[in-house]
């Protein structure tokens, strides 16, 4: 199966490798691009926690003037990679919840206490799920900050659009709902849509909704919102193509 890898770098390059090992045929095409904001002032204020629900917010910070603020305060992140990446960074107290943001407010409420002092969450300028409000509603006290946003990263590479006209790629992930928006932007501009014969394979429901107006394929959505889950979504369904 060849698949489009349509997620911002180094992600790409690391799911890529990943992919291959596994036996698959892999075309980059990024379709964001990750911008740290280091001049955003971020507070001096003792928390209680760190949240995290990317990656790309421990990029961020380690890239920011500032991070020396937060190297010895609990790190809450959404899922395993993330908190894998922080405890490298030196963030040793960094934890996972387990993949979702519904996991990540349950791990807040099991480690800290409304009482015992403000979090403070790193995001990006665009946000799935409103991690913020959700918190507040059981009574913990809440600073964002902005810390990076993801920037449209000019359409899809040659090389991926030669591969959908020919017919060659037979499935596109999807990690994101800006991504799958910005995917949906780079087919009508390349005469592609409506994209039939293709799997779409979606970190989530949110992530797949863009397409719904610009793809005759089948839409998968993984089990869970995790990396480990998107790719036995690919496998199962790589498994079947096989057989028929």
Do not use: W
């Amino acid at each position: 199966m060849h698949l489009l890898l349509t997620r911002p770098e180094p992600d790409a390059g690391r799911t890529a490798q990943a992919l291959r090992a596994l036996g698959y045929t892999v075309t980059i095409s990024p379709l964001m691009r990750l911008r740290p904001l280091t001049d955003v002032r971020l507070p001096k204020r003792r928390y209680q926690a760190v949240l995290v629900t990317s990656a790309n917010a421990v990029r961020a910070l380690l890239d920011h003037r500032e991070s020396d603020l937060f190297a010895d305060c609990p790190l809450l992140a959404v899922g395993d990679r993330t908190a894998l990446m922080a405890r490298r960074a030196g963030f040793a107290k960094a934890r996972s919840a387990g993949g979702s943001l519904d996991d990540l407010v349950a791990l807040v409420g099991a480690t800290c206490r409304p009482d015992a002092g403000p979090l403070l969450y790193l995001a990006g300028n665009a946000r799935a799920g409103d991690l913020q409000g959700r918190l507040a509603e059981i009574g913990f006290s809440v600073d964002m900050r902005v810390v990076y946003d993801m920037q449209a990263a000019g359409g899809l590479s040659e090389a991926a659009i030669d591969g959908l006209r020919a017919g060659e790629i037979d499935g596109v992930l999807i990690y994101s709902q800006r991504s799958a928006a910005a995917f949906a932007l780079a087919l009508r501009a390349a005469g592609l849509a409506p994209l039939s014969r293709v799997h779409a394979f979606c970190l989530s429901q949110a992530a797949a909704q863009p397409l719904a107006t610009i793809f005759d394929g089948p839409i998968h959505i993984a089990e869970k919102p995790d990396q480990v889950h998107l790719f036995a979504t690919i496998d199962a369904v790589s498994r079947t193509e096989a057989t028929n």
